[in-house]
C-alpha cells in the first residue's frame, strides 16, 4: 500500500514538476518477507522508501539537481540552502574508482553447495518443483575499511548496461549492487518489462542460441511474466524472438514485454504480480520459495529483491 501511494503527488513542489527527473522517492526491499533474518540485514527492515535532500540526475550532456525537506516552518528555506550548497560544492570532474585487491571466501563449503542442488534435483524429479534458483553468499575482505562510493564508482564503470545502486541503512550498513535487469518500468497505463533468463560465458552467443536448455528456461519466464499480468493488464506484448544482452561477466536470452495496465493499477500491484520472477526464484513460486527459506540456509535480504525509484 505504501508503494503504491508514493509519487510526485505526495511532494509539494516550489517549481515546475521535473518531466524526467527520477523518483523522487527511492527504496527497495527483500526478497522475500518469509524467512529467518540474519543481523546483516535486520537493520534493512522489510522494505524502504526514502524522500532524498538532494537528488541528483543527468539529462543527455547536462545535470540537474531538487532539494527536500519536511513540511515545516522554515521548509522552503531549507531547500534552497541544499541547493546553494550542492551549487558551491558539486565536483567539477567524474570520480574514478581506485580499487584495492581483496581476497574471497564463500560462506559455505562446495560439499554443502552440492548438497543443495542435489536437494533442488530430487525435488524437480518428484515433480513438486520445475525449476528452482539457488544462491550462496561470499565474503570480501580488503586490507582496510571499504569505500562504498568507490566500489560503487567501480561497478560503474565495469558495468555501464547494468543498473548501480546503493542504499543506506539507518545504522550505516549499506547495501549496493549492479543489475541488468528491469523488473517494471512503469509510466502511466503503459507497462515496460523483461524477461532475462538463459546465460553463458561471453562470446558463447551462438551457443546460448542453439542451447535447448536456455531456450526453454527462458521461454519459461516468458510465459511466468505474460501469465502474472493477466490479471492486471488490459493486454500484453511480447517480443517475437529474444535477443542476446551482453555483459562483460555473461550474455543473457532477453525478450522485451510490454502491457497496458488496467484503469487504477498502481506499480505496488505490479511488484506484486512480477516479484520474485523465475529468473531469481522458481516454479511454481510459492513452493520455490518454500524451498529456498527451508532449505538454501541464507537470509537474502534485499539480494534479488526489488530495487528502484518510484515518482
Not at 568507490?150 to 539507518?170: G, I, K, S, W
Not at 499480468?229 to 542476446?244: C, E, G, N, T, W
Not at 493499477?265 to 511488484?271: G, K, N
Request: glycine share 10%.
Amino acid at each position: 500500500q505504501v508503494l503504491g501511494a508514493l509519487g510526485h503527488d505526495s511532494v509539494r513542489w516550489l517549481g515546475p514538476v521535473p518531466t524526467r527527473m527520477p523518483g523522487p522517492w527511492f527504496g527497495g526491499m527483500r526478497f522475500s518477507p518469509t524467512g529467518q533474518v540474519d543481523g546483516a540485514w535486520r537493520s534493512h527492515g522489510l522494505a524502504r522508501w526514502t524522500l532524498p535532500e538532494v537528488l541528483v540526475w543527468r539529462e543527455d550532456n547536462a545535470l540537474y539537481v531538487a532539494a527536500f525537506a519536511t513540511e515545516a516552518h522554515g521548509g522552503e528555506d531549507m531547500v534552497r540552502a541544499r541547493l546553494e550548497r550542492v551549487r558551491a560544492s558539486f565536483p567539477e570532474g567524474y570520480r574514478h574508482a581506485v580499487g584495492a585487491p581483496v581476497e574471497l571466501r564463500t560462506s559455505s563449503s562446495r560439499r554443502d553447495f552440492e548438497a543443495l542442488v542435489d536437494r533442488a534435483v530430487e525435488a524437480i524429479s518428484a515433480g513438486s518443483l520445475h525449476k528452482v534458483v539457488l544462491a550462496r553468499a561470499m565474503d570480501a575482505e580488503g586490507p582496510g575499511p571499504f569505500d562504498v562510493v568507490d566500489v560503487l564508482a567501480r561497478l560503474r564503470e565495469q558495468n555501464p548496461r547494468c543498473a548501480t545502486f546503493l542504499f543506506r541503512a539507518p545504522d550505516g550498513t549499506g547495501f549496493l549492487g549492479a543489475t541488468p535487469e528491469t523488473l517494471c518500468r512503469v509510466d502511466g497505463r503503459v507497462l515496460e518489462t523483461e524477461a532475462l533468463a538463459g546465460s553463458a560465458a561471453p562470446g558463447a552467443e551462438v551457443a546460448l542460441d542453439a542451447s535447448d536448455k536456455d531456450q526453454r528456461e527462458h521461454a519459461a519466464v516468458v510465459r511466468y511474466i505474460l501469465q502474472a499480468l493477466q490479471p492486471v493488464a488490459a493486454s500484453v506484448f511480447a517480443d517475437a524472438q529474444p535477443s542476446v544482452l551482453a555483459l562483460k561477466n555473461v550474455m543473457h536470452l532477453r525478450t522485451g514485454i510490454r502491457a497496458r495496465l488496467d484503469e487504477g493499477v498502481d506499480t505496488a500491484q505490479v511488484v506484486t504480480a512480477l516479484h520474485p520472477t523465475p529468473a531469481v526464484g522458481g516454479t511454481p513460486r510459492e513452493l520455490a520459495l518454500s524451498f529456498l527459506v527451508e532449505h538454501e540456509a541464507l537470509d537474502r535480504g534485499w539480494y534479488a529483491g526489488p530495487v528502484g525509484w518510484v515518482g
